[in-house]
């Protein structure tokens, strides 16, 4: 029991639409002149990290990059605009059919998730019963 | 119950811009509404349109010997049982819904329910004349008023062809092929639409690109053309530049790859056998919408259908 893996966590898709992306703040990014984006990614700096990297030779950073359209979204990827504002944004950018526009922001969000580029700030949902406490509170 | 459908008119903001179209069966939906899901084929498949939110047209289709009576009692009979917790589901039938004049040569039985949180207007039928039954459902929450709208779209359903040719319609990109020519491949990606048609050796092929400027950049259509296909292996193409047309536009002209081309060729010319070995078509970029279009045909000489094809997508 103590040894079993946490699950991750499920969300609907209606909760995953109103999730907020936040880019990870310890990595640095630059716009390059061609419209693509450069992100540096640092190995880590803890000792097993160091004593690893001396092991397997891990480089001390590495870069991605993310074309035009991916670096749109990582720009807007700031804890203020929700998945459904990034789907709109990019459906009226491109000028992309809806359902088009979500599905490939979705994936490409779901790569940077994986990849620990980005994280997601959900909107805690009231815990069953709080709204029942509070009506009756309220009564 | 049937007093109130009918006093339920069509309100004037419902228009229904958006057209699902696929195997043959057509739908008017709101411009919100998109294909969802897909599966089967033209003898027997579903088809499922969704909104932001939910599913909202689920429409399936079969050929054959179907008493229609009994396939909505048992969609109704497993549609009670998924949901025999639920003491609020009420089921009614022969609502009347869409008019059998709307429906002309149709068998039509209309059907509603009503859940915990859904609802659902449908609608079966078995065609005369193509031996075709659908069964249709618009669905909507529980609280909407859903019959004015699942009436409209209902109404609009089709299952036949127009003049030999079927629409085929999905995420805004609509497009007329013959009738005779069968699907046998599609790739439904973000931004990039393909589908492959066949009629024994002839194909049809009809492609959208989306974010096109991205795609071009500082490139020529043509030369955008020639790095697009230069992995091709089943043809021998060529592309130029085509003026005088509404938007930039590129024409494919080539033959067919096979093994002993030339002598196969020069067999069929003194048999005076027309094999399907043209290859042409058409390349076109549409600004307004920034999308790269492409119908291109694989036909016998004379037997073209893809300026037809071509001239039925409305890109803007």
Redesign the interface.
Known sequence: MLLRRKGKPRFSR?TALTAYPVRNRSLEYQRLESGELAITVRRRSELWARLLSKVFVVPRQRQVLL???GADIWELCDGEHTVRDLVAHMARK????????E??LT?YLRNLGKRGLVGFAVPAAPKEGELAHAKSKHR | MRAAIRKNKLPADLELEGLVGWQGVTARTPA?W???ALGGDVRSGYLRV?D??MPRLEIKWSYGKVDTNKVLTRYLGQLGKKTRRSSQMVVQRDTHLVSNRLQPGRSLQCFSWQGDRQQAHGLIWRCQGCQRTVIAQVLGPRQQDLAPLARAVLASLNDHDREGWYTWSL??LAVDIPKEYELTRQQL???YLDLQFERGKRRLRVTRW??AQ?ALRDRSLVHWVEVEHVKRRDVHWQAHALEGDEHPAALLAGERRRPLHWPRKQVARLLRVRAPIIFSGKVWHCAP???LFSVEEIHAAGEEHWPQVAGSIRCH
């Open positions: 209606e074309d035009e359209v491109y000028q992309l059919n809806r359902k088009e526009a599905v490939s994936t | 919100d998109n294909l969802g969704d932001e939110h995420y805004g990606m973000s931004g989306g974010m991205l919408s920034n999308r």
